[in-house]
């Protein structure tokens, strides 16, 4: 009788498993937008300075579902504060006297905590001229100002925001010299003419009647 030899064989499977995961952008978004004279004071229409100009405060915070470094650390901001009824509006042309762009060297960013904070605070700085249309009296009164300001991440995905402000009017005047010199005169004779610059130094238009009741200053005798 012939016996049979079985014989068994163990076989082992290795595997190996691994996992990918993709990064999806999220835009950054821009919650809030506010306007004043005073950095991080309330929301207020805007005082202009006779003469020169008035830094204007637009602040407010940014949120980036990817952590705030999206946009502290690897993105920009950048906006606009115009009048609103500006031709091109937020893509107007630079004009002191109603168009003003916003760069990041005109903003600070704040308040990023670094990893797992998705939260950030702006502040930007805008330095707007005395002769800046009114919202508030004039051929402007009708409209506003507008600031908009857009956050930009290291993918370049963006969000925006805006708010709507007035310019109130500023009445003011200034003269290029303190005394007028009419030379000398001799009795019954007519003097130079003398020139005196009258200068608008606010936003508003002026009607101006000029006139004097103090006596003319004599250096001497007459003859």
Known sequence: MKSKLLAFFS????????????????????????????????????????????????????????????????????????????????????DQNNCYDISALDCTLSTCDGEGDNNLEYSCTVPVAYFANSTQSGPDIATDWT??????????????????????????????????????VNMGELSNEAILNIINSGNTGLDVLVSSDNDLICDGEGS
Request: a negative charge.
């Open 11 to 94: 076989i082992l499977i290795s595997f190996t498993l691994w996992t990918e995961a993709s990064l999806t952008d999220s835009p950054p978004t821009v919650d809030s937008v506010s306007v004043s004279n005073n950095e991080g004071g309330a929301p207020n229409p805007i005082d202009l300075t006779e003469g020169t100009t008035t830094p204007v405060y637009i602040f407010g915070t940014i949120t980036d579902s990817n952590g705030c470094l999206d946009v502290y650390q690897n993105g920009t901001i950048e906006g606009k504060f115009f009048l609103s009824n500006t031709p091109g509006g937020a893509n107007c042309n630079a």
């Open 147 to 184: 600031a908009k300001i857009k956050a930009i991440d290291a993918a370049f995905g963006d969000g925006f925001n805006q708010t709507t402000t007035e310019v109130n009017g500023l009445l003011a005047l200034t003269f290029d010299q303190q005394t007028l010199n009419y030379g000398s």
